[in-house]
Every structure is written in C-alpha cells, then in structure tokens.
C-alpha cells in the first residue's frame, strides 16, 4: 500500500498543538526546546498557552511547522512511514523534513524568516486574498483579466480556488465573479496577497537565507506547490521555494500526480481537515486519514494492522 504524507497550511494553527505527545515523551519536548532556540519564540508559550500571536503570521508559521514535525516523529516512531509527501504552501517545508532534505531547526528557523519577510514586503491592509466557489480556473482567468493587481493564488480543488492581490483589485474582482457564475466569492482572513507577484521581493530575500542551508538527499520523493510535480534532486528545492512565495499552490495538480503514483492513503499530518476536504472534491478514492493526537496514531496502527 502507497502512503502519502500531507501537510496543511496556514489557516488551521491552533492552541494546544502536539500538546499530547509533549506530554507524553521528552523527546517532543526536546524538540519544543530546539524550536524555541531556531525561531527566538517561546514556542511551550505560542503552542501551548492561550495568546493571540499564534494567528500572527510570524509565528504562526514556525509553531505550525513545529507541531506537525512533532506529529511526523511520532508516526516514524510508531513505523509508519510515507512513500512520497507533499505540503500545502508553509506544509512544503513539513515534507522537507520528513523527506530528510531539510533539519527541524532549519524548517523552523526558515519558516520564521519566510513569515516575517511575507508579512512585510506589502503593508498591512494593502492586499487581501478571496475564495471563489463554484468556478473553473478559466472562467476566473477571463473573468479578472481586465483587473490589475489581481491574479490565482491557490487551485485547491475543483470548484475552489483563491484569488490575490491589491486590496481594491481584490475588492473589484468580486462582483466580477459573482456574475461569471460563482456560487460564492468569500473573503479571507489574512494579512497579506500571499502567493502573488506581489511578494517577488520577499521570495528573492527568504533565496539569500537559503543560501546558507545545507540540504539533505531526498530520502522519498516530494511534490513541489510551483509545479504539482515530483522532485527527487535536492538541487532544484531552493528554487522552488523562492518561487513559491510568490507563485500559485497547485494543490489540486499535486492530489492529481499521488493518485497517478498509486497513492491510496493519505495521513493529514497536524491539525484541521483542509487535506481531506480537498481529496474528497478532487481524488475520493484516496482515503485520508487525520493524525494530531497520540490517540489518533493507535487509531491509526489499529487501523493499518
């Protein structure tokens, strides 16, 4: 049977996570320490104690990452291990560790940068981002073409993809939409027109702190967000993630490719359900199966005989 480990984005950080396997074993706690040292975060005070900085995008990048490497040694612990992997946007970073290209203090560390630099290439209240429900990626295409400072952000899955950019072409984009037939344009919660051209600079800074990053072989293949595709050359990873900040998340191509490569289960590593959301609308014979508690692991070795 072939496994695939995916990994969420932003969006679905919360209070409380690995809290479990924390407490359980020091070797997650060791790794809380290591997180804390590699992103100048108290991160036992962003993971575990109620605050507001977690839906920061500065921290909530490294504390995610954070948790779900956590949750990834847990798995490999317990013998399960993934034949490929891939990771929604920031959850790239998470298949770079498991695929042994990229050390945990390396993820955090850079995942802290990649944050900040996101954050702060565009002043905040510039840009924004959109979902449209109910449209194909050519009728959207047709429908902003018109509009400058506006362009895909993230093809999710059929019927759902994300619009970026300027806070007015965004804003002007939408009854646009609406028209052209979606069933729903929502706005979103975020800081920034994260994955636009917009964010060129940041991408090209977060290139000169990669630089000094030594990145392991890949001991499994990985699908990168620029392309959809396989990449099993450690050479073309600091590329695309430079490229990746500012170009769109080709999720739905990503769940196309594991299901052409024979995938036929898919743990969610972290918290939330975004993962199992989109393989449902996109590859249901793919079974996906969540794992961010402890219990959910025996659930899992159950399950898996």
Not at 65 to 85: F, N, R, S
């Amino acid at each position: 049977m072939k496994i695939a480990f995916c990994y969420p984005g932003q969006g679905v950080q919360q209070v409380g996570m690995a809290e479990g396997f924390v407490k359980s074993d020091e070797h997650y706690a060791d790794m809380i320490s290591e997180a804390t040292k590699a992103s100048g975060v108290d991160m036992n005070k962003l993971l575990f104690e109620p605050n507001d900085d977690i839906n920061i995008t500065e921290f909530t990048q490294p504390a995610l990452v954070t948790a779900c490497c956590i949750i990834t040694d847990a798995l490999l612990l317990a013998g399960i291990k993934p034949d490929v992997t891939a990771g929604l946007s920031l959850g790239e970073y998470c298949s770079l560790y498991v695929a042994g290209a990229m050390s945990f203090e390396d993820a955090v560390r850079l995942t802290r940068i990649r944050g900040k630099l996101m954050s702060s290439e565009v002043p905040a209240g510039e840009g924004s981002m959109a979902a449209v429900i109910g449209l194909d990626a050519d009728t959207i295409e047709n429908a902003i073409k018109d509009i400058d400072g506006v362009w895909c952000a993230n093809f999710n899955c059929p019927g759902q993809i994300v619009i970026t950019g300027k806070k007015e072409s965004v804003q002007a984009a939408m009854p646009k939409l609406t028209e052209a037939g979606a069933k729903k344009v929502v706005k979103l919660n975020v800081s920034g027109p994260f994955h636009s051209p917009l964010l060129k600079g940041a991408g090209d800074k977060l290139a000169k702190e990669l630089e000094s990053v030594e990145l392991g072989n890949l001991k499994i293949p990985y699908l990168a967000n620029v392309n959809g595709s396989v990449v099993t050359d450690k050479a073309e990873i600091k590329g695309l993630l430079q490229a990746q900040v500012s170009s769109p998340v080709r999720w739905e191509q990503t769940l196309y490719e594991l299901e052409k490569m024979g995938v036929e289960k898919i743990i969610e590593v972290g918290p939330g359900k975004t993962i199992a959301g989109f393989v449902r609308k996109t590859v249901p014979s793919i079974e996906v199966i969540g794992v961010s508690t402890p219990e959910d692991i025996d659930k899992l070795l159950e399950k898996l005989g």
